[in-house]
């Protein structure tokens, strides 16, 4: 079985996930400047959350173009990494709509900790069904942002407790971590020893 | 005509289906956990047609790998089949948002059923379009599950008028029998006599 | 310029619209059969327009299968035409969430004599993209069906001021028209004659 | 990297865009045609978002036909397009469900303005990634069309300050210039010197 119809069925569901959660932004009441006021923080939130489902719509095709079949271990694992992704609008939506708390900001974590438990899993079983001599292997190399995320996440989500800000000041630079290009950044932290 | 166009348009509908359902949990009010309780059940009746149709998905998939021209007849069997996956979100969140009821789980049983019953219209529809040797009959074999299925949703809207948790466990386990991989559940199957 | 990805953008917009206008049904309210009460006369008019929209898919597939290549009339041809059907689902839920009334019957069926009209026009802007010889005019043939719809659309909404079940009885005829298999009903007409 | 699944992401969230949105006009309260006089400038809003979003679909169309490659930078433009055009139900529904104001004009314009800027940044992304002897710089021309666009905007922008009326009309104006065909467009603003 090829990727093809697993890569358009995943671009489908975060297309819709990535546009639709930006419609959910609430309606502004009136038709002064101000009436934006309460539409900022979900504004930034949904900023946010883009620009993951973003992050992730990549690293998919990236994974998927070291990809050349499918078994049915892999559609499920794919259903799961969509499953947590699809739970983003919704932490999102929780996350802009109140003030910040320590709530809001790990349940906001949490999600992004199981979608990226998820896109670990998913890349696992596709190395295992591509066993000895693994494109995918070889492509992922040391993965260290990889490794070093769900980390993150699990510090981000602990700060959440003691200052809401700061936890998700640390999704933001995890989201930064992934954006800057790719080699450098390898670099930099195979320089520093990391 | 080949199946190409009518695969896209399928996975296009139940990545809508899929995602837009979840879009729908209903948002929490306030920012602590118990905030999440009205969202459990309905979170929970999610997952499972979340996993109900990732398992349409999953068999369409394969029908249409055994499958190469598309009649008329197969193009309206599809989007019958369409129409009832396209009930599905309506159905759950009946089931999710209200206590659990003889009512909401004999509807959404009923929806199940009716599914399935179009799914293997659809496949009867392609095996006689194919005629004599077809490709998807030998793949379908004695399609234990298929014929299986129906008989379980039956069960459970009858047990619904008992116990509606009985009811919903039995299309919990449907989904089972349909996510455990194929040959071994055949063979169990088979050695059992049934 | 091929017509796959003007092929790909109308099956995404005409899904999204199938699948949308379903997600609308009104949620019903208690746990009871009775419950549904409200939701049938919309349920029935969603499924009329869920067949109006699966026909203009079903169309649109035969149409494009006959084209070779777009041009910027063509493209906005076909934009013209999904614009009216993007109209469908405001006018349904208008016609199903009321008591049955001229207004809402005349509207819906001049949303179906709009969408008609811009099929005809991006039919004729392809025929005439192709020049001499068009593939599409000789498949098309004498295009009794396309003929004849907005005739009967015309006396729908005409019937819609007298007695509006009588206009929509005719919406609904015009579908079965379109759903009966091609050649016999071309056959039929031509032999009495019309 | 080839650009198939960069088109079809972004068919994908252009389509949910542009059906989504007509999907959110306000539904008519009673069955008398006076009902949609809500609805109506609703609706004029949505038409000139309809058309332009099929503008932008048109021209990134146009854009990947002389694109070969895409690199991590071009994805991520691409995607900051894409958010700028998702966010244009938002700024449409608050210019069409209210009193046409200076503040909701002006927001209007910038959302088209920041728009226009992403896709101008995307195409030079795309021109220095082909590097010498780039087919997108040869298509593109003097691009007077992309070049005056931001010009019209900031000035509809302005306009909007004294008469919102106008700085609408200059929006409209825009999109008009954009839908005439591209050739003789381009004489004409050669020869009147522009």
């Known amino acids: 079985m090829s990727t093809g119809r697993m890569e358009a069925f995943s671009?489908?569901?975060?297309?819709?996930?990535?546009?639709?959660?930006v419609l959910e932004l609430p309606k502004p009441?009136?038709?002064t400047w101000s009436a934006l006021d309460d539409s900022y923080p979900v504004l930034l939130a949904y900023v946010?959350?883009?620009?993951?489902?973003g992050i992730y719509w990549n690293n998919h095709?990236?994974?998927?173009?070291?990809?050349?079949?499918?078994?049915?271990?892999?559609?499920?694992?794919?259903?799961?990494?969509?499953?947590?992704?699809s739970l983003v609008p919704f932490t999102t939506s929780w996350l802009?709509?109140?003030?910040?708390?320590?709530?809001?900001?790990?349940?906001?974590?949490?999600?992004l900790l199981a979608a990226a438990v998820a896109f670990f899993v998913?890349?696992?079983?596709?190395?295992?069904?591509?066993?000895?001599?693994?494109?995918?292997?070889?492509?992922?190399?040391r993965d260290l942002k990889g490794k070093a995320s769900p980390i993150l996440y699990v510090t981000g989500i602990g700060l959440s407790f003691v200052?809401?800000?700061?936890?998700?000041?640390?999704?933001?630079?995890?989201?930064?971590?992934?954006l800057v290009p790719d080699r450098r950044l390898e670099r930099t932290l195979a320089v520093t020893g990391s």
């Open 11 to 21: 671009d489908g569901v975060i297309a819709i996930l990535i546009t639709v959660m």
């Open 29 to 31: 009441h009136g038709v």
């Open 48 to 53: 946010l959350s883009f620009i993951y489902l």
């Open 61 to 85: 095709h990236h994974m998927l173009q070291a990809t050349h079949r499918v078994s049915g271990g892999i559609l499920w694992g794919n259903l799961h990494l969509l499953f947590w992704l």
């Open 96 to 111: 802009g709509e109140n003030e910040l708390s320590t709530v809001t900001a790990a349940a906001y974590g949490i999600n």
């Open 122 to 141: 998913l890349q696992r079983l596709i190395i295992r069904d591509q066993g000895e001599g693994s494109v995918l292997r070889l492509a992922v190399g």
């Open 163 to 178: 200052t809401p800000v700061l936890g998700v000041a640390l999704y933001v630079v995890v989201a930064l971590i992934w």
